[in-house]
């Protein structure tokens, strides 16, 4: 397999650490979808990241859809999402929850380092809603006493939280100010802290 992205990504480190505790092997290409588009576009017309070449080809794109790809290959047993009912919708919710404030904080690095001119209202929407879903989501795992957030064993849920909150503490350090978000700090320093995360992982740097 071939990983597409560079590890900067929350995205791409999602799959990147997934990759790592199933025991699957893959090669990374950290391409830039800035300076390496046309390579990328030989595999995803998109030119996003991450995209995952498989052994005979194929190309998945979108994090989400790669990892229920992985959760496939490896069966239900190994899948680090439940198989169903309520547990699984929760489990999709943070996840889907953490990639939106993940998504937002890379529009509001392109909006304030890419873009000529900051759109102040922009600016403001995208804070918002980066602040309301940590606030949720600082509830839930508060409420939550065990290791990780549905037991003792990491699911997607656990690492896509992390990598946001990683990723926000990097790349938007002196804008935003996450300390309030207590529980959320702890879980994220607990799982950076094993060994998977610190494999996957490379410091934000703009350009």
Request: negative net charge; charged residues 25%; contains cysteine.
């Amino acid at each position: 397999m071939i990983l597409i992205g560079m590890y900067d990504s929350p995205f791409v480190r999602r799959v990147g650490i997934a990759l790592r505790m199933y025991g699957i092997a893959y090669e990374h290409r950290a391409w830039s979808v800035f300076g390496d588009a046309v390579k990328i576009m030989a595999y995803n017309p998109l030119v996003r990241v991450p995209t995952l070449v498989l052994d005979d080809g194929e190309a998945l794109i979108d994090s989400a859809a790669i990892l229920d790809a992985l959760d496939d290959m490896v069966g239900p047993e190994r899948a680090m999402t439940p198989r169903s009912g309520p547990p699984r919708r929760a489990a999709l919710k943070t996840c889907a929850l953490a990639a939106g404030i993940a998504d937002k904080a890379v529009s509001l690095v392109y909006e304030r380092h890419v873009h000529e001119r900051a759109n102040p209202a922009w600016i403001e929407r995208c804070a918002g809603q980066i602040t309301r879903v940590m606030n949720q989501l600082e509830i839930a795992r508060t409420a939550q006493p065990t290791s990780f957030w549905r037991g003792d064993t990491i699911g997607h849920d656990d690492v896509m939280v992390s990598c946001a909150v990683t990723f926000m503490r990097d790349a938007l350090a002196g804008e935003m100010d996450l300390s309030p978000w207590k529980a959320l700090n702890r879980h994220a320093q607990m799982c950076e802290d094993l060994p998977e995360f610190r494999e996957v992982f490379m410091p934000f740097k703009i350009g």
